[in-house]
Every structure is written in C-alpha cells, then in structure tokens.
C-alpha cells in the first residue's frame, strides 16, 4: 500500500511512500494484541496496595463476649474481620503484576495493531521536520492544518527529539514515541498515528531485524 506524504504545512509533499505489507499488512492476530494491551496495562501497575491483618492491628486481644449463650455468632477479640475497625480477610498485599510474553508475539502485536490502522486510514505520513526549540504554539499549529486538534493523535519519530517531545507535552491526548518505543496499547488508543517518513523505514528495518 502507498500512503501520500504531508508537509506540516498541510500540503502534499508530491511523492508517496510505500509500506511494507510484512509490517503494514499482515493478517491482523486479535489474541497477541489483547496479551500485549494485557501486559502494557499490567506494567502500569504499582502493586502497592496493602491491608492489615490481625496481627497487624493494635487493639486488645481479650475476648469481647463469652462463647455461648448468647444468641449471637460466636465472636473472637476486636480486631476480627467482621467488626468495624477490624482487620481485613484475604485483603491484597503488594504484588508484581508483570509477566512474560515472548518477544514474536509483541511484535505480531504491534504489526496487527498498525495493520488495524491502515486498513481503517488512521495512518498519515509526514515529511521529517524540526523545531528549533520547544514551542506548543508550533505543534498546534501542526495539528490544526490537519483537523487533529483535541484528537488522540501518536507521533511517531526515528530518533529522540527533544523540542518536538517538548512542544507537545503540554498538550492534551497528544503523544510523542519513537519507532523504537511504539507500542502496541498506544497505536491503537490513537485516533490517528503520525508517522514522520524516516521513522517508516526505522520501522520496517527494526522488523525486518528480528
């Protein structure tokens, strides 16, 4: 498939780039995405919630009733599960929430995911550009020549640059990656994926490696 290149003044450059369909369109693989989306999203997680157990508690350990007779459930001291202020029963404990998945099922992932976007046109080109320094203003402008103001919208860069990075930081649901980083959770929550020309090639020579 070929996809036209835009200037970031919203024009066409006049050329086209042609995607790679080993990358770009394979047979899209619903199970790899949902573990990649699964493992991103399980990273994501500090795991440090924590609850009390009774020896945890401090608090009196007499107990608070006799045992029977009463005509109520038998109850051990203040602290139990049951009471308010008590302890917490079978209650979480800090945890790792991060598992493996092999390094061919993330990458059929990733190409699944981009192959999502193309085939729905949510995948534009455009031609590498810089910015001599960070400046919001300059990214905006970028987005509104291309009615993608207030739209999820994933740049995607060959290299790190940090006054494009910057430009957009202050900008809501607008991301910046490079080719390297993009993952799988972050393509497809895009509204539209942004990709500079050079990085299409980092992408397609970074797969064709592994």
């Given at each position: 498939?070929?996809?036209?290149?835009?200037?970031?003044?919203?024009?066409?450059?006049?050329?086209?780039?042609?995607?790679?369909?080993?990358?770009?369109?394979?047979?899209?693989?619903?199970?790899?995405?949902?573990?990649?989306?699964?493992?991103?999203?399980?990273?994501?997680?500090?795991?440090?919630?924590?609850?009390?157990?009774?020896?945890?508690?401090?608090?009196?350990?007499?107990?608070?009733?006799?045992?029977?007779?009463?005509?109520?459930?038998?109850?051990?001291?203040?602290?139990?599960?049951?009471?308010?202020?008590?302890?917490?029963?079978?209650?979480?404990?800090?945890?790792?929430?991060?598992?493996?998945?092999?390094?061919?099922?993330?990458?059929?992932?990733?190409?699944?995911?981009?192959?999502?976007?193309?085939?729905?046109?949510?995948?534009?080109?455009?031609?590498?550009?810089?910015?001599?320094?960070?400046?919001?203003?300059?990214?905006?402008?970028?987005?509104?020549?291309?009615?993608?103001?207030?739209?999820?919208?994933?740049?995607?860069?060959?290299?790190?640059?940090?006054?494009?990075?910057?430009?957009?930081?202050?900008?809501?649901?607008?991301?910046?990656?490079?080719?390297?980083?993009?993952?799988?959770?972050?393509?497809?929550?895009?509204?539209?994926?942004?990709?500079?020309?050079?990085?299409?090639?980092?992408l397609e020579k970074m797969f064709?490696?592994?």
């Amino acid at each position: 498939m070929e996809l036209a290149v835009y200037k970031i003044t919203g024009e066409e450059a006049g050329r086209k780039v042609k995607l790679d369909d080993g990358v770009f369109g394979i047979e899209p693989n619903d199970h790899a995405i949902y573990l990649d989306v699964k493992l991103y999203r399980a990273n994501q997680r500090q795991g440090t919630h924590s609850s009390k157990e009774r020896s945890q508690l401090s608090g009196s350990r007499r107990k608070i009733k006799r045992q029977k007779g009463t005509g109520t459930a038998r109850m051990g001291d203040i602290k139990s599960p049951i009471l308010r202020g008590g302890a917490r029963a079978f209650g979480p404990h800090p945890r790792n929430y991060s598992f493996k998945l092999n390094k061919k099922v993330k990458r059929l992932a990733r190409k699944s995911a981009l192959t999502y976007k193309v085939k729905n046109s949510e995948v534009m080109i455009l031609e590498d550009f810089k910015f001599d320094q960070p400046k919001t203003k300059n990214y905006l402008d970028i987005l509104n020549k291309f009615e993608l103001e207030g739209k999820k919208t994933l740049l995607v860069l060959s290299e790190v640059d940090a006054n494009i990075s910057k430009s957009a930081s202050n900008i809501q649901r607008a991301k910046v990656t490079t080719a390297t980083k993009v993952n799988t959770y972050e393509i497809l929550e895009a509204n539209k994926v942004i990709f500079v020309e050079s990085a299409v090639k980092e992408l397609e020579k970074m797969f064709a490696s592994l």
